[in-house]
């Protein structure tokens, strides 16, 4: 027996920022093994400074990447905007099993998902939701 469960939840531009973050940030985001800064140098992103009554903090709301350049393979690189509907679009494609992919990544979406809560995401799941975002599908990893 199986059923249909539609639950509809709203991402809050603080759960995507958080999701950006975990992809991107520093030398340590979950992304940096196939993308790089567009230009290659500087975080290329848009952020929002937002007042939550105790300071002040950075909300990212888009982040520009390049795919990463395989040692002596040179050409144009295609210029990728990850923003809040690719996070949208991969958390979507990731909870409605509209791609492979391992069943404890679901899991930790889900549970961000219904608890509003982006700190459930880890590096890899990060990871999956940009990729299957932009792509469709994993295709680094």
Known sequence: MSININIKRTLDDEFVSDVLITA????????????????????????????????????????????????????????????????EQGIQRILNDDTLITPYIRQYVLTAVLEGDA??????????IVQIGLFNKIVFG
């Open 119 to 128: 700190g459930e995401i880890d590096a890899e799941a990060a990871d999956c």
């Open 24 to 87: 991107f940030d520093g030398s340590v985001g979950a992304c940096w093994y196939w993308a790089e800064w567009s230009d290659g140098l500087t975080p290329a992103l848009v952020a929002n400074n937002v007042d939550t009554g105790h300071s002040q903090r950075k909300e990212w709301t888009c982040c520009f990447i390049t795919e990463r350049e395989e040692p002596g393979v040179y050409g144009s690189k295609t210029l990728y905007a990850v923003a809040g509907e690719t996070i």
